[in-house]
């Protein structure tokens, strides 16, 4: 039994996972410590324990739904069809220019980490990978 004021988390480290509960005072200090905490609740992603603005990440929200997926599949290929339906499940160039390469690059920049998420084409169909890393993931419910 946990409280109704805990906070959830799923951390990702590489292939494995665990889960972790705050007080809401305990998560204030330790979000720094994940590499990327994606707030589902919030929409909000932070890296090192600093939000992300919509200049850096365009949809914070639909890239927090497409991270969901590829967490539960870490180290394998998802087809555009398993993603939520968006602009961005439909359009391979629209996912890559306004979510893939700017999260990569900002999580490259913040953590001197690389965020190892790949996108391959096929004639009508593209998928996606994020492999196993040395980032501390959160998923924060």
Known sequence: FVS???ILAKEYTG??????TFSAEQFTEEIAKADIALLEKTGRIFIKGQP??????HSQKAAI??????LTKIGQEV???E???SSYANDRYELQGKIVSPL????????????DLKIRSEA???????????????LVR
Request: no cysteine; glycine share 0%.
């Open 15 to 20: 292939r494995q996972t665990a889960t972790l």
């Open 4 to 6: 109704p004021n805990t």
């Open 65 to 70: 739904r497409i991270l969901k997926i590829l």
């Open 79 to 81: 087809s555009n069809n």
């Open 124 to 138: 009508s169909q593209f998928y996606l990978k994020l492999n196993p890393s040395n980032l501390r993931i959160w």
């Open 52 to 57: 992300l603005n919509s200049q850096e990440l």
């Open 104 to 115: 990569i690059k900002i999580v490259e920049q913040k953590t001197k980490k690389t965020l």
């Open 83 to 85: 993603l939520p339906p």
